[in-house]
């Protein structure tokens, strides 16, 4: 079976810190894979979709960014961060072209930025 | 663009039903999804509908209609554990055959005794 790992699940960093987060994959190949971002009160927000190796694709632009170094790892990264970086951010996963397929979720991570 | 639209906010009474409606707007239209989420959690998954009508699964219904861009969720006999946000997701495609799900800013349901 398939299942997403997303870690660490919560984070509290200076404003300027450098940021990394991890999603892997596992039991499945060539997934698309997702960052969401979510303030709090307020609704998911896709920041980056991949559906390859090294193929990212940004939503919005912002202080972010992602990459996709193998194909199950997805990677969110910010050299410096900012106050307004700080929610709930998400790492899902879906089939690749495959009708009707629904979003896998990550459990998250909390971030908190001060 | 793509522009989901869903209450912010409802309650209701537990043993009752609510109807929490999302209208969208997008194009290449290739799906709906309803997702709940509970504070500090990643959501779940709830329903699909990708053709006109209604889409039952034990207290959840889901319905769609495409011409008019319009989906309800329908949650019957409430308990209190549906407290919880419900997303409306649409998926669009794009070149490629590729998909993505964008999603509505949720209807935090609160239901009380």
């Known amino acids: 079976s398939q299942t997403i790992h997303q870690w660490p699940a919560t984070l509290v960093q200076p404003v300027g810190s450098p940021l990394s987060l991890e999603c892997t994959v596992e039991?499945?190949?060539?997934?698309?894979l997702y960052w969401y971002r979510q303030a709090a009160g307020r609704g998911l927000q896709l920041l980056f979709y991949s559906v390859g190796i090294g193929q990212i694709s940004s939503e919005v632009p912002q202080n972010l960014s992602a990459s996709r170094p193998q194909d199950r790892q997805f990677i969110l990264s910010s050299k410096k961060l900012l106050l307004s970086d700080s929610g709930f951010y998400l790492c899902a996963w879906s089939p690749w072209n495959r009708e009707g397929e629904k979003l896998f979720f990550g459990s998250g991570t909390q971030l908190s930025v001060l | 663009g793509q522009n989901i639209d869903q209450p912010t906010e409802m309650t209701a009474t537990e043993g009752a039903i609510v109807q929490i409606n999302c209208t969208y707007q997008?194009?290449?239209?290739?799906?709906l999804f309803w997702y709940q989420q509970h504070a500090g959690e990643a959501p779940t998954f709830l329903s699909y509908n990708v053709l006109d009508g209604l889409e039952e699964k034990g207290r959840f219904s889901s319905f769609l209609s495409r011409s008019k861009g319009y989906s309800y969720l329908l949650l019957k006999e409430l308990q209190m554990k549906d407290s919880a946000s419900y997303l409306c997701a649409v998926r669009s495609s794009f070149s490629g055959g590729y998909n993505k799900l964008i999603f509505g800013a949720g209807t935090r349901l609160a239901v009380h005794p």
């Open positions: 039991g499945t190949s060539n997934p698309n």
């Open positions: 997008t194009s290449g239209f290739n799906g």
